[in-house]
């Protein structure tokens, strides 16, 4: 499949874009994405000092991040089929400049009804941004080094999300000045995300006019039915996105600074410096995770163990008196491996010119679960007093985070059993090498 989708756009006489060209593209949405993420995760920083400047409460705190996944269970769906219509690039362009102007409603003020209202507008860009970028990913990579680009995508994302959890540490001066000025340094980030959006832009509509780009047709008209005629393995994988991501940014990007001040007695720049070492492994390990399973396939099999990895994080939490580099190692390697595995596996799975509605369908049911679950967390804390003075109040979440990360292995499972009865759609299998596929 891989091999027709790279030579299908190369055909004739007109010459497909050098390596050069690729690679500037992927670092353009990559510094994108940077800003994206880095916005995603400044809440977590601010849990403590929003809860004693403002005083907001844990479920307020959860609604922060929750409100931005709830318009994306119906607007990344959305999202995907305008990607589908009206292409990658004038999508990603727009989409971030949704972005930038909920990053800079949820700095201009201290009513939460207004932050929260910022938050939702990024989320309706954020989230159909990222399935933008993702099919820009897969347009140019696929049967090109496809993993190692998602890899590196993902990696200079996660720097963002790196610099978030330090940012207590590099910008301290901020942070002693309120809950406010971090917010303005996230707006900041995100306009650099809209200049690179811009030109990547530039860069494509100059590149389509010299080379064949090998784009998918637009699809004319939206078949809704089409939407539950994916592959069963397809399901498998959006399912283990759900689980996996459910637990991931929930516990992550929202709780987990505030847990390892109040249960491991940290203050916030150790919580948060010991919070962004996930992603400082990820920003390595990601793409080479992603360069392995290009080499070997076996991309189930990653996706079981990476799943299985996240499963004992919470138990060592929960019951252990053990270092909290343990479970850092532990997420660490998880969200390294599973994401760099995942995402790409999707091109191999639907046909071309579905691939936008594809991505949406996944974030669309991922963004269920992450609404659910950061409201979840939330009100379980509030609900059982978690606090400094009651660690134990944060057991019930932890038990909810390790519940779903079994049925996230579940479906790791189901995908590695579907592809080993060769029913699939060969998973397993290293990324195929076509002839233009070198740089």
């Known amino acids: 499949m891989a091999e027709a989708i790279a030579a299908g756009g190369v055909r004739g006489e007109v010459p497909a874009p050098p390596a050069s060209i690729r690679w500037t593209v992927l670092l353009l949405i990559s510094v994108a994405m940077f800003g994206n993420y880095y916005a995603y995760d400044s809440i977590g920083p601010l849990a403590d000092h929003l809860q004693k400047l403002l005083g907001f409460t844990d479920t307020q705190i959860g609604t922060l991040n929750a409100i931005y996944s709830l318009p994306n269970i119906i607007m990344v769906l959305i999202g995907g089929i305008i990607v589908d219509r009206i292409g990658a690039r004038r999508a990603v362009l727009g989409f971030t400049g949704i972005c930038l102007l909920g990053v800079i409603l949820t700095a201009a003020t201290s009513q939460f009804y207004v932050m929260a209202a910022g938050r939702l507008v990024f ?47 590099w910008a301290r001066t901020f ?150 580099w343990v479970s850092t190692a532990l997420i660490g390697v998880a969200f390294s491996l599973v994401p760099a595995v995942m995402w790409p596996a999707v091109p191999y799975l639907v046909r071309p010119n579905q691939l936008g509605t594809a991505y949406g369908l996944m974030t669309m049911l991922q963004n269920i679960g992450l609404t659910v679950c950061n409201l979840g967390a939330g009100r379980l804390n509030d609900a059982y007093d978690a606090s400094a003075d009651n660690p134990g109040g944060y057991l019930p979440m932890l038990w909810m985070f390790g519940l779903l990360s079994l049925s996230g292995l579940v479906f790791a499972w189901l995908l590695r059993r579907r592809e080993l009865s060769d029913q699939g759609h060969h998973l397993e299998r290293p990324t195929p090498r076509s002839k233009f596929a070198a740089g």
């Open 123 to 169: 989320g309706l860009g954020a989230e159909s941004m990222i399935v933008a970028i993702t099919v820009v990913l897969g347009q140019w990579f696929v049967g090109k080094q496809l993993g190692f680009a998602f890899g590196v995508n993902l990696s200079i994302a996660r720097a963002g999300s790196y610099a978030a959890d330090m940012s207590p540490t």
């Open 175 to 324: 942070y002693d000045m309120g809950w406010q000025p971090p917010l303005w340094i996230a707006a900041a980030l995100t306009a650099g995300a809209l200049i690179a959006a811009t030109l990547y832009f530039f860069v494509e509509r100059a590149a389509e006019k010299r080379f064949a780009l090998g784009r998918p047709e637009k699809t004319e008209r939206i078949v809704w039915s089409d939407l539950w005629r994916f592959d069963r393995s397809f399901w498998y994988v959006v399912g283990l996105c759900v689980t996996f991501y459910s637990v991931i940014f929930p516990f992550r990007s929202t709780f987990a600074i505030k847990y390892f001040q109040h249960a491991h007695h940290l203050d916030l720049q150790q919580a948060s410096t010991m919070n962004s070492y996930v992603f400082l492994a990820a920003i390595f390990a990601t793409p080479l995770f992603g360069l392995l399973v290009d080499k070997v396939g076996r991309r189930a099999l990653f996706m079981a163990g990476g799943t299985m990895l996240l499963l004992l994080v919470f138990p060592v939490l929960a019951y252990t008196d053990w270092s909290l």
